[in-house]
């Protein structure tokens, strides 16, 4: 997750805590004769008065909290998850700013909690935001979708029509003028078709880009994306790219490292790769006549820094047919992520195998069609000696990982996670698909395995799946789904605890989560595994504890009486359907 610091470089604040005040004179009014219910809902009466520090409130809890920690965790509650650019929930922002006058205080005594400026506020809210984040770094989104077209002007009367053109160029004139553009951070370009075919929004934006140029000393994220659909295609396609090139020309920083270009291909010569640590790109645009792997691979050669690399192949066919250790590799050596998106795990594979990693620690793909070649994203000797897998109705996550404390902050870990968009009405359950997902694979320095999913699984599963392992001393299997129940009987054959040649021979931990133990169906399996945990030890097999939490049914008279009491690792047990306790 990414957020803003609190005490921003150029908003820090100069002054204690209890000595702050916050104004609320006439500049920070609404303009529109007649305020929209957001606004009143936001700002209330409070633009009339000033708001001091609530001595009222002295004895408040959260003052005991130093103000900078304080603002810190409320920032955190409103902080929205990206991969690129920090983002703020904006009505988590009041929502939070209503709790009490304690909590309305920080907010206001705190410009970088303005920061955030989406175009999608209203003109005069976006005024505010501005003015309250006083000198705080900015986050802009300029953002402008579908088509140009006339709607009834929400301050004034039905009669007045104001175009979108010109609300987008109001919010553009108020965003990009001389004294914001120096703390701009982070910035979100986005425009429709109609829009790059418009003269007066380009003229606009390169009016205001130009005299901007060179002062934007603070960039270090920039998001240019063109948002028309990937089969459109204008007939001044060629006016479109020279639009893209003037206006990404005069968004050059000297600080910039993380870049998202969506749907736009500009030329090598205008990207400087050498200082990204972030980098997107959407390959294949279909009005640039070029090699999407000739291009790929230039713009990597020359950013040795990356650390994030996400990769859209939507418009890729099968120009990427290089093999893992070809001699014009490139090598990425501090990469930890990659992610890929839009194509098939064929086409992802290619595109994997130009590339050199030796410090990645995770890999996203998301397949629609097919999990073909998705298993040559797996190290053949992966990191670690504990998995957790994690499989939901869109995901498979692995997660392989190092039990022991490396110490000083080191970390030995890897992550696959391929979203697999087939949905929960597919044919093949994920469970399936993470089976497909392995096939071959054996893992023999895997001691742990944490397996978790939303879909109904059996023995038959859950055998094929430790196939793929020899050492396991621990075993964990939690059932996720709140809608059904998945019955204890079915998820495990009780056969696999006690035969030497079992995969679970070494186990010495087996954990059950949110599965369900229903009486008497039940009995046999608990009986059993009773016997099975006392007659290990004579068979010359391991030790097994066994934990229960979570799972419906379990007591502790039930443990007492099955005999697996002085077996039972932890007893967690959960409230039954009916609303009693067991």
Same mark, same amino acid.
């Given at each position: ?10 908003? /820090?604040?100069?002054? =204690? ?51 900078? &920690?304080?603002?810190?965790? !409320? ?30 205080? $920080? ?29 705080? %770094? +900015? ?12 709607? *009834? ?46 003269? @007066?929004?380009?003229?606009? !934006?390169?009016?205001? !880009? ?26 001044? #396609? ?54 999407? @792997?000739?291009? %790929? ?34 090598? %990425? ?7 890929? /998106? ?20 995770? &890999? ?9 070649? $998705? ?44 979203? =697999? /968009?087939? #949905?929960?009405? =597919? ?5 399936? +698909? ?54 204890? @009987? ?12 079992? *995969? ?19 009995? *046999? ?19 097994? $504890? ?30 039954? /359907? ?5």
């Amino acid at each position: 997750m990414r957020w803003f610091s609190v005490l921003s470089r150029t908003g /820090r604040h100069r002054a =204690s805590a209890t000595q702050r005040t916050v104004s609320f004179d006439n500049t920070d009014a609404v303009k529109s004769q007649t305020p929209s219910p957001v606004i009143g809902t936001i700002f209330g009466n409070e633009h009339q008065r000033s708001a001091p520090f609530p001595q009222s409130q002295a004895s408040s809890p959260f003052r005991s909290l130093p103000f900078d &920690i304080f603002a810190s965790i !409320l920032e955190l509650a409103i902080s929205v998850e990206s991969d690129f650019f920090p983002e703020y929930d904006i009505r988590g922002l009041f929502v939070v700013s209503a709790v009490c006058r304690y909590w309305r205080w $920080a907010v206001l005594a705190t410009p970088s909690f303005w920061a955030y400026i989406p175009s999608y506020l209203p003109l005069d809210i976006l005024e505010v935001f501005l003015r309250r984040s006083d000198g705080a %770094l +900015l986050h802009v989104v300029l953002l402008y979708n579908f088509t140009f077209s006339d709607i *009834p002007n929400p301050y004034t009367s039905n009669i007045d029509l104001l175009r979108k053109e010109n609300i987008f160029l109001a919010k553009l004139d108020c965003i990009l003028s001389h004294s914001h553009w120096h703390r701009i951070r982070f910035l979100f370009l986005s425009l429709s078709a109609t829009a790059w075919t418009s003269a @007066e929004v380009n003229s606009r !934006l390169a009016v205001s !880009l130009r005299s901007a140029q060179c002062r934007m000393p603070a960039l270090e994220g920039l998001c240019f994306i063109s948002n028309a659909h990937p089969s459109w295609s204008p007939p001044s #396609g060629q006016n479109v790219r020279d639009a893209e090139l003037s206006i990404f020309t005069n968004l050059r920083s000297p600080v910039l490292r993380e870049l998202h270009l969506g749907l736009i291909t500009l030329p090598l010569s205008c990207i400087t790769a050498s200082s990204l640590s972030k980098l997107s790109l959407a390959l294949g645009n279909q009005y640039a006549v070029i090699d999407p @792997e000739k291009y %790929l691979r230039e713009i990597l050669k020359g950013a040795p820094r990356l650390r994030f690399l996400s990769l859209d192949l939507y418009a890729v066919g099968n120009e990427f047919k290089a093999g893992r250790g070809s001699i014009d590799s490139v090598s %990425l050596p501090e990469l930890r992520q990659l992610k890929m /998106r839009g194509g098939t795990c064929s086409i992802y594979s290619s595109v994997y195998a130009i590339l050199l990693v030796p410090s990645l620690e995770e &890999i996203c793909v998301e397949t629609v069609h097919s999990v073909d070649h $998705a298993t040559d994203f797996i190290p053949s000797l992966p990191p670690g000696d504990r998995l957790r897998v994690t499989i939901d109705k869109f995901t498979i996550k692995l997660e392989f990982e190092e039990s022991r404390n490396l110490g000083h902050g080191a970390r030995n870990q890897f992550l696959y996670t391929p979203l =697999s /968009r087939f #949905g929960p009405n =597919s044919v093949n359950t994920n469970n399936e +698909l993470l089976l497909s997902l392995l096939r071959s694979r054996h893992f023999p320095r895997i001691a742990s395995v944490e397996f978790s999913t939303s879909y109904h699984f059996d023995s038959t599963f859950m055998l094929q799946l430790l196939s793929h392992f020899e050492a396991l001393r621990k075993l964990s299997m939690s059932f996720t789904n709140t809608e059904s129940i998945l019955c204890i @009987e079915d998820a495990m054959d009780l056969n696999t605890l006690q035969s030497p040649s079992s *995969p679970l021979a070494p186990l010495q931990l087996l954990s059950f989560r949110n599965l369900s133990v229903v009486m008497p169906q039940a009995s *046999p399996f608990i009986v059993g595994l009773c016997a099975i945990v006392r007659g290990r030890s004579g068979n010359g097999l391991q030790p097994l $504890a066994v934990d229960f939490k979570e799972c419906s049914g379990v007591t502790d008279s039930l443990l007492r009486t099955s005999g697996l009491g002085d077996y039972t690792a932890v007893r967690r047990y959960r409230a039954n /359907r009916n609303g009693g306790g067991l």
